[in-house]
Nanobody, 118 residues
Framework: HVQLVESGGGLVQAGGSLRLSCAASESIFSIYAMGWYRQAPGKQRELVAVITSGGMTNFADSVKGRFTVSRDNAKNMVYLQMNSLKPEDTAVYYC????????????WGQGTQVTVSS
């Protein structure tokens, strides 16, 4: 059973950057595609980025060109680099194994809050 811990969120001004980290408790995570998801108040959780076990990436249209995703399987870590942040990026960000759409493979972690001020 993989446990996930997200970190790196915070308060940043529009145009700023943050790097989120996700630590997985077990190395089996390395065989899974991993997703970064976010949930804003009053909205459903949405998928923003996916990275396959081999390192191929895909992004939601809303973050393309601004966010990048990477992983270090040796360290059981996944990262989300967020640049040119906008107020609409404000949300709690989560990582999880990618099970399709906004579904995760494992139980959700506590997430990390990202707040972008205008």
């Amino acid at each position: 059973h993989v446990q996930l811990v997200e970190s790196g969120g915070g308060l940043v001004q529009a145009g700023g950057s943050l790097r989120l980290s996700c630590a997985a408790s077990e190395s089996i995570f390395s065989i899974y595609a991993m997703g970064w998801y976010r949930q804003a108040p009053g909205k459903q959780r949405e998928l923003v980025a996916v990275i396959t076990s081999g390192g191929m990436t895909n992004f939601a249209d809303s973050v393309k060109g601004r966010f990048t995703v990477s992983r270090d399987n040796a360290k059981n870590m996944v990262y989300l680099q967020m640049n040119s942040l906008k107020p609409e990026d404000t949300a709690v960000y989560y990582c999880n194994g990618h099970a399709g759409g906004s579904l995760g493979v494992w139980d959700w972690g506590q997430g990390t809050q990202v707040t972008v001020s205008s």
